[in-house]
């Protein structure tokens, strides 16, 4: 429609600021509603314990570069 902004994508509001993940450069981190969960070097250890800390959700999880980081 016109003069409406198109809706923003719902991961883009859920990730944390780059401040917060430049502190996990190089490991795994599982994240829901802008805060971090879990994070480490093993994928499998870091979703589980992402899922038990909020049941029924579906935390979102990226693997954080270890070079410089920007979040658009």
Not at 38 to 51: I, P, Q, T, Y
Request: glycine share 8%; net charge positive; aromatic share 6%.
């Amino acid at each position: 429609m016109p003069g409406r902004s198109p809706p923003r994508h719902k991961h883009r509001t859920n990730v944390p600021p780059a401040k917060v993940l430049g502190r996990y450069r190089g490991q795994w981190v599982a994240f829901y509603d802008r805060k971090v969960l879990a994070a480490g070097e093993n994928l499998r250890e870091v979703v589980d314990e992402a899922k038990a800390a909020v049941p029924g959700k579906d935390p979102t999880v990226m693997k954080v570069p270890t070079g410089e980081l920007y979040v658009l």
